[in-house]
């Protein structure tokens, strides 16, 4: 941290003790008024939700208590000790990324619809950006949104969309004026799935399993109250949302020990017959890394205001991403041959292997490494930008493939 | 008690107070004259820092003129002089003299000693082997043998002395043996030796039982001091031998090995902080060299090679601050086992500055590996700091052996 981030920690840290002491007494007031082991996880989670403690820096009465959200943690602990389910895990990208978008960017009536039901996980939501032309440079997507009337119409094609078989709404960056530059044509809107013209088609992926889903829309009618950002604002819009997102999966394991790395501690404890010592010091540096990733996060969240992520989010995603591979590296190697097996590419378990095989994800979703290093490097150490070729052209005569 | 990494104003100004401080008395040139002096300092400047500024005694107690802060507290003052790389005797005198001083029971003596040290009137040094990441009693190369005279009758025991019972007093010891890379060893004013009691050596299981901390002084007979030739010009180093020097006891067995087993946890994470602040300047001088040295008709920054070392050196800086911050609040509020929290210190932050330093060299390109850029005064202290209290890897096989053998880790 730098001495001026330092400042501006300190002066916080003052008044956030008698917020802090709010944000504790709401959370055990959820805990003696409902039993998350009896209540459904939309139950729970909604009690969560009118105490104001899904994202305690929202307003009162949208899922905030309008604190800092570096309390969120102090919420976090407390209701996840008391057995709360993982809202983050019941609704990704609603929780992680949508939530936060809706807030920054979403008028008072549709936030008051959409983020109770989002949060609880009743509405799951899905994230309508890359398409097949249109993946690290996601600003120079394809679909088109159309002016009709007071609505939208859209056609295009979207690619690797998580969950879109399971949402009832998504997030969707289209072009509204191909004849601009690349990042100011787009235009950003929520979408409803169940919409005529909207036609999910699963894609398989390495696991066998298919998390993700192309998704054709063929005319689609979105209404314009389904707008966020002004018309060609997209592009901010949607960097709230990739901001979000990089901090949702950045986000590090609140306990030491917790989070990835206890599944090769869990190996290691199981399985003393495979015990070697080059990989016993091998474990002993993936958990010094897990705890340095840790406590970075921890330093993240402390430091974090009512503000968005920033891009020094994109620490914590660049390195969970790449610890996880080595986390599971080293778990097929200590597994050595019986690594090598595989249950069932049809229903696969939730087995190390399988784990290992979707790890290699990990540094391509969300933004590759490589892209994050070039944010880390232009927009956290001001570095200068790559040479563009397509800095100021027209969307339409970029070249594209 | 303040919650961890949630530094408070007074930090955030100690912060500022201390890095306008280095850069007005310890501008690169005065760091180059100063490494080429015969003291390697300039003790009008370290005392300016103990008495005037009052930053090198944070974590002493007030009573022996210290500020009673806490840990953190010095780690940002360590950081900051760390990342102008200040010459003094900051392992000497601060990191470890002060830091075995404070932890003796022996009142007397830390109001006796002390003092000098925070005020950087005096400077001490520590003669224990705690290279290979703690305490090591089985290395010990000193021993300590108690001098005796008659009791007179009715006589009185002597301040620190002890009566043993065949009816001599113990009036204090003597040492023999010498320790190699004694840290600001050469021109120190109080020598604090590990030695074992008894002419024995650390013990036949290593485990420090007959271990002694001891003072020499620096005029003591029997004291030769030789200073070493070092690759960080910056940091002195000494063998110093004993010839039946005479010593006084500050802390008999079993306490002076507890006393300097939390002594090497303390040093891990202060000197930690000196890692970060040094490694935190050579990602700003890359960066800035990155924008503006110009190849190929564009700044060298926008090229990804170089683009994605520097934001491998920003990763490796951050982590290296959350750990080292980790460890001072850790051992300050007690939240954490502290021989983790002082190996996770040392082992990612002597990682984060040796790799740093390698990585601020190759940004630089041929610059970086002249006499005249900064960046190799910092690589050498890179490794210097890595090799101190116990390497990268001696850490880690404490931390296997805390986290993995002990099942209680898990
Ligand atoms: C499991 C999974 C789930 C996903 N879920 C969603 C989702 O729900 N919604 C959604 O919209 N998207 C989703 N994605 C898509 C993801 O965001 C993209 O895959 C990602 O942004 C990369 O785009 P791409 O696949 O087109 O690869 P490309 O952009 O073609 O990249 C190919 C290679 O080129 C490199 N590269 C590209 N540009 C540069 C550059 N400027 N500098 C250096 N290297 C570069 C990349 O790093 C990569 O190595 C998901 C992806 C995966 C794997």
Redesign the pocket.
């Known amino acids: 941290m730098s001495a001026e981030t330092a400042d501006a920690l300190a002066a916080a840290g003052a008044s956030q003790d008698d917020d802090r002491a709010r944000v504790e007494r709401a959370a055990r007031e959820v805990l003696a008024g409902i039993d998350p082991a009896t209540a459904t996880t939309a139950e729970f989670l909604g009690a969560c939700y009118d105490a104001g403690l899904a994202w305690v820096h929202f307003p009162v009465g949208f899922g905030g208590l309008g604190v800092p959200a570096g309390l969120q943690a102090v919420a976090d602990a407390i209701l996840a000790a008391g057995g709360r389910p993982d809202p983050f895990l019941n609704n990704p ?1 609603g929780v992680g990324m949508a939530g936060p978008t809706l807030h920054g960017h979403a008028d008072e009536q549709l936030r008051a619809r959409l983020l109770r039901p989002l949060y609880t996980g009743e509405n799951m939501w ?5 398409e097949p032309g249109a ?3 996601l600003a120079g997507l394809s679909t088109r949104a159309v002016r009709d009337g007071d609505g939208w119409v859209v056609d295009g094609q ?1 690619v ?3 969950l879109a078989h399971l949402a009832s709404w998504a997030l969707l960056l289209a072009r509204t004026d191909p004849d601009l530059p690349k990042h100011r044509g787009l235009t950003y809107f929520i979408v409803d799935m169940h919409a005529p013209g909207v036609e999910v088609r699963p894609l398989r992926q390495a696991t066998g399993q298919a ?2 889903n192309e998704v054709y829309l063929t005319g689609v009618r979105v209404p314009d109250a389904h707008r966020l950002g002004d018309v060609g604002q997209g592009w901010n819009v949607a960097m709230t949302t990739l901001m979000n997102e990089r901090s949702a999966i950045g986000d590090s394991a609140l306990d030491r020990g917790s989070g990835t790395i206890a599944d090769a501690l869990g190996l290691w404890r199981d399985r003393p017959d495979l015990h070697t010592p080059a990989l016993r010091l091998r474990l002993a540096g993936l958990w010094t890394q897990a705890e340095a990733h840790r406590l970075t996060g921890e330093r993240a969240r402390v430091a974090r205001t009512a503000g968005p992520p920033g891009p020094e989010a994109s620490i914590g995603k660049l390195v969970g991403a790449e610890l996880n591979q080595k986390i599971y590296d080293f778990c097929m190697d200590m597994l050595g041959p019986e690594g090598t097996l595989y249950d069932s590419y049809d229903d696969p378990a939730d087995s190390l292997q399988r784990r290992f095989l979707r790890a290699r ?1 990990n540094t ?5 490494s ?2 994050l290093r ?1 944010v880390l490097g232009e927009r956290v150490l001001r570095l200068p930008g790559d040479v563009r070729v397509d800095t100021g052209k027209p969307w339409r005569d970029v070249p594209r493939g | 008690m303040s919650s961890e990494f949630a530094w408070s104003a007074e930090q955030v100004e100690l912060r500022r107070t201390v890095r306008a401080f280095a850069a007005e008395v310890s501008p690169q040139e005065e760091v180059r004259r100063l490494m080429a002096s015969p003291l390697g300092h300039d003790p009008a400047v370290w005392s300016r820092l103990g008495e005037e500024l009052g930053v090198l005694g944070l974590a002493a107690d007030e009573e022996y003129g210290g500020a009673g802060d806490g840990l953190v507290s010095q780690a940002v003052v360590i950081e900051e002089l760390g990342r102008a790389l200040v010459c003094g005797p900051l392992l000497g005198s601060v990191i470890l003299g002060a830091t075995a001083l404070g932890g003796l029971s022996d009142k007397a003596a830390r109001a006796e000693l002390l003092p000098g040290l925070v005020a950087g009137r005096t400077s001490a040094a520590l003669a224990a082997p705690l290279h290979r990441g703690g305490f090591d009693p089985a290395a010990v190369t000193v021993t300590a043998t108690a001098r005796h005279s008659a009791t007179s009758p009715g006589g009185t025991t002597s301040p620190g002395g002890t009566t043993s019972p065949g009816g001599t007093e113990t009036t204090g010891h003597t040492l023999r043996g010498s320790v190699a890379h004694v840290l600001d060893g050469a021109a120190a004013d109080l020598l604090l030796v590990a030695a074992a009691i008894g002419g024995t050596d650390g013990g036949e299981d290593g485990d420090g039982d007959t271990v002694g901390l001891f003072a020499v002084s620096a005029d003591a007979t029997g004291l030769v001091r030789e200073s070493t030739p070092t690759m960080d010009l910056t940091r002195r180093q000494a063998t110093v031998s004993f010839n039946d020097a005479p010593a006084r006891l500050l802390a008999a067995a079993p306490e002076a090995a507890t006393v300097l087993a939390t002594t090497a946890e303390t040093a891990a994470v202060l000197l930690a902080a000196e890692q970060i602040g040094a490694a935190q300047y050579l990602l700003d001088l890359s960066v800035e060299y990155a924008r503006t040295r110009l190849q190929f008709g564009r700044p060298i920054g926008s090229f ?1 090679a170089v683009k994605h070392l520097c934001a491998d050196m920003l990763v490796l800086v951050e982590q290296a601050r959350s750990v080292a911050y980790h460890g001072a609040w850790a051992l300050d509020e007690g939240t954490d086992d502290p021989r983790i929290a002082a190996s996770l210190a040392q082992s990612v932050c002597s990682t984060a500055f040796t790799q740093v330093a390698a990585m601020a060299v190759q940004v630089h390109g041929g610059i970086g590996f002249t006499w005249e850029h900064p960046a190799h005064l910092y690589l050498k202290r890179a490794y210097t700091d890595a090799a101190l209290l116990g390497s990268a890897e001696a850490h880690q096989e404490r931390l296997a052996q805390l986290v993995l053998d002990d099942a209680g880790g898990l």
Do not use: H, P, V, Y
């Not at chain 1, 899905?126 to 890359?130: D, I, R, T």
């Open positions: 990208i899905a994230q309508l950006f890359s993946g690290s440079d979207k690797w969309t998580s998390e993700f994800a391509i979703e969300g933004g590759t490589q892209i070039n | 990804q």
